[in-house]
């Protein structure tokens, strides 16, 4: 299956951006919108911090384990994806552009390693789907970053 991207523009650096994501826990914050019922393990950031979540995608729910398998600060976070009982295998990565302007640009791209035959056969509605929730995921990342930066700073 093609993968799906979807990015954002941010006025925090680079740093804070990496920062606020390392933490696992911040994920909760901007995709709780169809990941619910968080379950953490491993340590709280960096490679081999852990959740297990349900996702509500489709009209369907399954549980998904997300680890941290790639960290690269203040550029690239890569997480694993496991679910539908291992059929499913996917990597989530989070790249960390600084722009000219100021500020970072932030991409995330869900790759498909190995998917149900479900999946492949639905392939362009689950992209369309996928693609929809994630958009959301990005202007909700932007919003939990400006609030934890301004609470930071103070």
Do not use: C
């Amino acid at each position: 299956m093609k993968s799906v991207t979807v990015s954002i523009d941010v006025p925090q650096t680079p740093e804070q951006v990496y920062d606020f994501l390392d933490v696992m826990a911040h994920h909760e914050r901007f995709t709780n919108h169809y990941l619910t019922d968080w379950r953490y393990s491993g340590p709280g950031h960096g490679i081999g911090s852990r959740a297990t979540v349900t996702a509500a995608l489709g009209g369907t729910k399954t549980d998904v384990t997300i680890e941290v398998v790639e960290a690269d600060a203040p550029r690239r976070i890569v997480e694993r994806n496991v679910s539908a009982a291992g059929r499913r295998l996917a990597h989530g990565t989070y790249a960390i552009e600084p722009l000219r302007t100021g500020g970072s640009h932030i991409s995330f791209t869900y790759t498909w390693v190995r998917a149900p035959l479900a999946d492949r056969l639905l392939a362009p509605v689950v992209r369309v789907t996928m693609r929809r929730a994630n958009r959301t995921v990005m202007r909700r990342l932007a919003t939990e970053l400006a609030r934890h930066v301004s609470t930071a700073d103070s």
